[in-house]
């Protein structure tokens, strides 16, 4: 497994978004807890995520993302309710999950950790990404506490522990503003929904 330091060196950001593309498999600190991720469109390499983890291959990957702007560019349009979150939680420990132009949904997190948006914006914007530990069973809050879960991964990078060490909050957004919590995790249900207090059509449920 090949160990990376934070902050990374633009030699570091580059090497490592080279070893994703070739399907490659790495542990990556974010602000919540460490997690493991794959480029989006390798299946081959998330497959292995899903065998390694022992996870319901039902249950999709959210997508890491550097930016609103590669949240955007990834085709997936911010609805006002969802755009009005996003002003106010991210970056941060809010996974917003929404309705796709094409049909079902996509989850999606801007996380508040540099190294992570680096690594994203290294392998092109976005990144599939979940918990580097195995399912079920309590997040990694350390590098080496993920790759003694996660041997098989290809890389990891070392930021010392995670300074959240609690999961995003998972909110549902549809194009009506209707929002549903999912998984309530270090952001709280009465926070998101002061965000959206006095936005047109804004509902909770």
Known sequence: MRRFLAPLSAADAVELAALLRRGGVAIIPTDTVYGVAAMPGNAAALAR???????????????????????????????PSAAALAAAFWP?????????????????????????RAICEAAGGTLRCTSANHSGLPPALSA??????????????????????????????????????????????????AALAGLPGARGL
Request: charged residues 20%; negative net charge.
């Open 49 to 79: 995520i899903v065998a390694a983890k022992g996870r319901d291959p039902s249950k999709p990957c959210q997508l890491l993302a550097a930016s609103v702007e590669a949240v955007a560019s990834a085709g997936i349009p911010l609805p």
């Open 92 to 116: 941060g420990a809010l996974t917003l999950v929404l309705d796709l132009p094409r049909g079902g949904t996509e989850g999606v997190r801007v996380p508040d950790h540099a190294v992570a």
């Open 144 to 193: 080496d506490d993920a790759a003694a879960a996660l041997p098989d991964a290809d890389a990891v990078v070392d930021a010392g522990p995670a300074p959240g060490g609690v999961a995003s909050t998972v909110a549902k957004v549809d194009r009506e503003g209707a929002l549903a919590i999912l998984r309530e995790g270090a952001l709280p249900r009465a926070a998101l929904e």
